[in-house]
């Protein structure tokens, strides 16, 4: 994450992750379900859910939401079978399972079976805790469902509209209860994330008598550029999302978990962040565990890995699990890592071996790292020089073991600063020779293991290593390879692993892919 001292947004989201919500979900276990994988879901108080679509993660939601008693027979997707929908039901959803909420700093576990009846649940809840369940499901469907409502009955509303659908006057009906004027701090917000400079904004509940109840529903008047106002009939619907979500959905439920599906939804990518950093800070003001799922990668930007859980598909069911790399999330996103790290290494071989490391020691790192070939050590000195102001992107660079002894970048030349610089961004591959020397004697001296590992005879191997004998050491790889009939990159490979088993080796590889993992999590 950059260096955002200072920033208020960012102050929300350390909030959010230092400090636990008076109520928050803390696990799920999942003892049966015929949607949910057996398993233990852990959650923070800051919780991220990842996946494909369809993979289950608006279910997943919608779920958590029933497991407390809250089934809404509403309009919208995803339902669920078997609650509220009686004819042509598909087959229910079922779900036994253990939850663990941390409530005033107490762990109190509910067991839950939604094969009862939901006030069941509810009342069980309200037991264990003395306070009846508020959690909610937050998603676009219900947004227009309550949109739908809201339209259907608002016939008795003369809209006196201009023909493009503003106009300088809008009624407003006596039946309306104001329930929060934006104040700057959410003005500023809805800029951040509309790109629409709102002179004022004005949230209402509109009470309509519906079946000898009055339900509410949103009514946003706004003040535009020029004083003009607009109400729900003529805003986008980014605009209807950002008001529902502010000026509706987070106004209620003081104190109990947010379940929020795609913040994202009708925003453009320039407004991701700005929502999601939103609703850090509604969240840490209402005191509010939040549990989110969402495909931006702007919006999982701001949380830590270890926040994020992978929604995935099973045998068994719906498996939620945490994600153990940056990659697995960018791979169920369908979308491209963008590497935030450049390593400048001498030559190929370098590349090659680096790679052979990443794959016996953290494999990931090959998938978040750019590697490039500088074309030489003073390539590598000079390229981390040039690059070392650089704000989007970390540079380090990798050296062959041979340069540990040389003085490629001395202080009194570099000056002290720069030879600082270097020094912390300059790593070493192991070994203290030349890379293609450090193999020839691995393999000479591993060669019945080698043999074993290439499936080729002990005789092969002396064979091929005296092919090779009297060429230079950048040549020594290619022949070798060639004599046992292998490609080279399977031979080199394999070379290295058994060069692994020097304990040196080893120490001075896993310290190389220690550093090297700092300087990744850093710039992510």
Known sequence: MANTTGDRRVGSLQGMLRKPATLQIASIEVLESN??????????????????????????????EALFGNVRQ?????????????DAQPKPITAVANITVVFNRAHVTVPVDLSEDPRVNSEKWLEALGLRSKLEYIGVPHMLSDLAMYLQNREEYEFAAASDGYADELPIPEDLQLLRSYRRKDLDAVRNILGKDYLSVSSYGWYFNHNDRFDPFPHVIAEAAGGRRIDNLVMSLGELWTHWLFGWKFIFAEGWPRLLDEPESFLAQRGHRPVIDEVFRRCLEHDNQLIVATHSPQI???????????????????LIAPAKSAS????????????????????EMASDILNDLFSELDWDLARQVEIVHAEGEGNVVHGLRAMKNSREVAYVGILDGDCRSKD??????????????????????????????????AAAKNSVRLAKLLNRQTI??????????????????????????????????????????SETVTDQAN??????????DRSQ
């Not at 310290?511 to 990744?520: G, N, P, Q």
């Open 35 to 64: 949607v949910l994988a057996p398993q233990t879901i852990e959650l923070d108080r800051l919780t991220a859910i990842v996946g494909a679509h369809g993979a289950g993660k608006s279910l997943t939601l919608r779920l958590i």
């Open 74 to 86: 509403a309009f919208a997707p995803p339902f669920l079978p078997g609650y509220g929908w009686d």
């Open 300 to 318: 999982l930007s701001r949380f830590p890995l270890s926040n994020i859980r992978l929604c995935v598909p099973s045998s068994d069911g719906i």
């Open 328 to 347: 697995q999330m960018f791979d169920l996103l369908g979308v491209a890592g963008m590497a935030r790290t450049v390593i400048l290494v001498e030559d």
């Open 408 to 441: 490629l970048f001395p202080k009194g030349k570099v000056g002290e600063e720069a030879f600082e610089y270097l020094t912390r961004q300059i790593l070493y591959l192991p070994g203290g020779q030349a890379p293609e020397t450090e193999l020839a004697q």
């Open 460 to 501: 092969d191997m002396s064979t091929a290593a005296a092919a090779c004998a009297d060429l230079d050491h950048q040549y020594w790889l290619t022949r070798y390879a060639r004599a046992l009939g292998l490609p080279q990159d399977v031979v080199r490979h394999n070379i290295v692993r058994v060069w692994l088993t």
């Open 511 to 520: 310290e190389l892919i220690h550093r090297l993992r700092a300087f990744v």
